[in-house]
Each structure stands twice: as C-alpha cells, then as structure tokens.
C-alpha cells in the first residue's frame, strides 16, 4: 500500500551570483500537478527558493473570524487569516516607539475587499483604535461598520471632511506634543490611536473627480506627518492603475513603506507594481485567479461533462508590508454562510459589544461643525468646517495657501434646512462663525466677471482681491471649466471668459 502525501517542500538554490527566476505554469507542469493553486512558491529575490507542492489547493477551506483573533498583540500586530502552510497571517495597525501605520487595500470586484476590511475595522474596535471610515459606495461595501467606527461618512463630501479634520489633527497634535517634548507616539498616552480609512477611494482621487488635487494631498500629507502623532491613513480601491488614484507619486511612499494588501488585481496594476519597483527585488507573484481548480479539457459527449463546480478564491492576498510578501495568504471567512436580508448578525458580532473607541476631547473642538455632526447628512451649517480647518492648519503655522491645501474646488453646500421649531433651543442664533458657508470659489468667479470680460490673468488677480481665502491658478481654472461646461461661463476666444450674453 502506498501512502498517500499530501505535502512537499522542495527547497532550490542556485549558484552564487545566479539569480532566482521561474515559470510558475512551466514548473507546475514539470512538478506533474494540474492545479497552480496548489503549487507555491517563496523566494528571498536572490538565489534561494522554497517551493511547496500541495495534494489539494491549501487555502480551500479557511475559518471564520474569531474576536481573539483581532486583537491588537503588543507589537501592534492583528491576525487576519493564514498563509498557504499555516502559519498565522499578520496585518500591523501600530509600531510601537514610531507609530501609525500607513496602507493601502487593492482588489477588482468580488476578490473579498469588502470583507477584509470589515475584519481590520472590528479588529481596530476591539483594539481601542478610532476609526475614521469613508465608505464611498454609499456605506454600502461595509454597511455593519455604522455604529461601529467613531466617524462613518458615506458621500465625497463628507469624506473630505474627514481628511481635512484628519490634517487638522495632525498639526494640533504636533504642537501639543512639541510642547511637551515628545518626538514619538504612544497609544493611549495620553491619546488613542486614529485611523482614517477611504473605501472606494478612487472615486475620490481618479482622473475627472472634483476633489482629485486636493483629496490626493491630504492623503500624502497625514500619511507624511501622521505617523509620529499616532494618525494613520489608508486607502481601499479596485485594482486598476496607480495613475488612477491621485498619481503615482501619491501612493507610492504609501505603497513601498506601508502595509499593503494586494486581493486579486488587474495586470496594469501589476506592471505598475513592479515598474514602479514597489515589490521587493526579484519577487515574481503568482496572479489569483477569479475561481480555484485546474483547467479541465473533456469532450462533449463524456458522461457528466459541465458538472464541475468552480471553487471561489475571494479573500486570496498578498500582504506586502509583511515579511512574507511573496506568500500566498487568505483573509478569514467573515459573515453568515448564507446570504442574509438586512446588516450580517455574524458581521456585526465581529465588532465586539460596546461604544467604539472615540477621539481625545482635548482635539475635539478643532475638528469643526462635520465632526460633530459626523454620521449625518452634510448640510450649509457643517460646511462651516472647511474655514474651522482652515483656521486650526493657521494656528498651527500653515498657510493653506502656499501648501496647495485648499486645492480643487470648494464644496458647494446645499440650501439650508429651517429648524423645527418646537426643538429645544429653537429660535437660538448659531454661532457666528457658522452663520453663513463660506464663499464657494463659483461664486467669487462669477462675482469677478460681474463688470465684464477678463482674460485668466486679470481674473485670478480679481478673485484673490475681493478679501476672500487666497484660491490657487489650478482651482480657478477647473472651477472655470465646470462653468463653461454648463454654459454659466462663457470663453469667445481663448484664455478669456465673460458672463453669457443674453437674447
């Protein structure tokens, strides 16, 4: 009787100064196997390998999530799922004697995005993480993280928001710390840990979104000064091109230092990734594939042809912050095993009971009208914000002017809604710094070509002398694209612009 192996590791090296290179479907051929779900392969990009053969695909059959498994180890690491041989698959919320993390989420539709998200926030929850959570589907992809997160937003609006109070935080922070002589962050010490999470982000930062320039700076400013004062960014996006998300020079410092999750991509994002060199020298990943099982050739008429059933691969990753870049892992099953109508009873268990973690009072005041209102709808009076961060980023030495901070055109806020007159404190005035929204820069350009034409010269000088915040060449010039667009704007000859002529 032959027994029967379900494992084999072969371990290859080459000569010195040989470099490690293969074929992974050429080498699961020569290895005899069918399925290249159950061969893997690991290298150290030089001239060692180990190569593991697998009688069945090893990641088939992955447990749920466990709340113990979630909670923040004291070298701020999380468990999220296992690798191909095992072994626990580890994500990092926070470094101990550095601070917050940096990240990025990539996967095209169905490859578990969704779901592997969902887990890092119940994970930052049960850790005593504020989590800061835009969710640009309409809070559709993670609908279980409302009540979960200290700060759930589901519209562009409100996601910018966020990033501006996010940058805010930041300098209020870094003052307060230098005060105190600190040149690191301690969770807890006294403040918590934030972490601000953009789903969906490349409806924020792809080519065409109003909010791009300055969406994509924020982003690289809280991720460049955030970490020291222990707030974190990350990004959660489909898998399509870097170009696509704000430009590679945005995420690349947040690819190559971060902690990254790589779900199943497309092939441009692949080539940006090793063009850009943001995978280790000589590693060479195995692409997933949309379902699991090998390629079977049968003839129409053999008995039972077509009855085979694809294996789902959604969850399959690599963590390319880990030291285990090149392993292929799976994130835990997350959720009930059958669809259910309404939010996931097993989804919102995960989260842990309990209020989630909140932001430090000390800090609370500067985050501005949005962040108090946070969870709502945005309305004229929370657009107040925008001037409240404004003026923290002032306060703390930064001219938004000169830092391209209020990049991109302003939000337009909508009318405002009369207060219910029977609420308590009815008839109160609001405080005057939110008695009216701040000037929109459509408003100023149209306000400027009152008197008539002017050419883009004369017309950026006029709006930035009419004593409103200073607005950049670029947000003058796409908010003048928008309006010519929409006929409120008219361009006779190029580079010069007038109100329409009416009759």
């Not at 993670?142 to 519209?155: L, N």
């Amino acid at each position: 009787m032959t027994d029967v192996i379900d494992v084999v590791e072969i371990e290859v090296e080459r000569d010195p100064g040989k470099l490690i290179s293969y074929d992974h479907r050429a080498l699961v051929s020569a290895l005899g196997g069918r399925d290249p779900s159950c061969v893997v392969v690991e290298t150290d990009g030089l001239s060692r390998a180990l190569i593991t053969a697998y009688r069945r695909p090893p990641l088939e059959n992955l447990p749920y999530a466990r709340g113990e498994d979630l909670a923040m180890d004291a070298k701020g690491f999380v468990t999220v799922g296992r690798y191909h041989d095992g072994m626990p698959a580890k994500m990092r919320l926070y470094e101990p004697g550095s601070g917050a993390q940096r990240g990025a989420m990539f996967g095209t539709t169905g490859a578990g995005k969704s779901r592997a998200l969902q887990l890092v926030l119940a994970a930052e929850k049960r850790s005593g993480i504020v989590s800061w959570l835009a969710d640009l589907k309409g809070g559709q992809s993670v609908p279980e993280a409302r009540g979960q997160v200290d700060w759930h937003a589901t519209t562009p609006e409100e996601a910018m928001c966020q990033l501006r109070a996010g940058l805010t935080l930041v300098h209020v922070r870094t003052n307060r710390y230098a005060a105190l002589g600190r040149s690191y962050f301690i969770a807890g010490q006294p403040d918590p840990l934030v972490d601000i999470r953009i789903d969906e982000a490349n409806r924020l930062l792809q080519e065409g979104s109003q909010y791009r320039d300055e969406a994509a700076f924020l982003i690289k400013e809280i991720g460049r000064l955030g970490r020291s004062v222990g707030v974190g960014i990350s990004i959660a996006a489909q898998a399509g091109h870097i170009e696509e998300l704000g430009g590679s020079d945005t995420l690349r410092a947040m690819l190559k230092e971060g902690d990254v999750a790589l779900l199943r991509w497309s092939s441009n994002m692949m080539a940006t990734l090793v063009s850009d060199g943001l995978l280790p020298a000589g590693m060479d990943l195995v692409p997933i594939p949309r379902t699991g099982g090998p390629s079977v050739l049968r003839s129409r008429f053999a008995p039972g042809a077509g009855d085979e059933e694809d294996s789902a691969t959604a969850g399959q990753a690599y963590l390319l912050g880990s030291r285990r870049p090149g392993a292929l892992m799976r994130f835990f099953r997350v959720g009930s095993p059958t669809p259910v109508l309404g939010l996931d009873p097993e989804i919102v268990a995960l989260y842990g009971p309990g209020e989630p973690a909140r932001l430090e009072m000390t800090s609370y005041d500067d985050m501005g009208p949005a962040y108090a209102a946070r969870g709502g709808p945005i309305t004229a009076y929370d657009l107040a914000a925008a001037g409240a961060v404004a003026k923290g980023l002032e306060d703390a030495g930064v001219d938004p002017s000169t830092t391209g901070y209020l990049a991109g055109p302003l939000l337009t806020p909508p009318p405002p809604t009369m207060p219910d007159p029977t609420a308590p404190g009815a008839g109160m005035m609001p405080p005057a710094s939110m008695s009216k929204s701040p000037a929109t820069a459509r408003s100023r350009i149209l306000a400027a070509l009152a008197d008539g034409p002017l050419d883009k010269r004369d017309l950026v000088a006029k709006v930035n002398d009419d004593g409103g915040r200073r607005l950049s060449s670029s947000t003058i010039s796409t908010t003048l694209s928008e309006l010519t667009s929409v006929g409120d704007v008219a361009s006779p000859e190029r580079g010069r612009y007038q109100l329409p002529v009416s009759g």
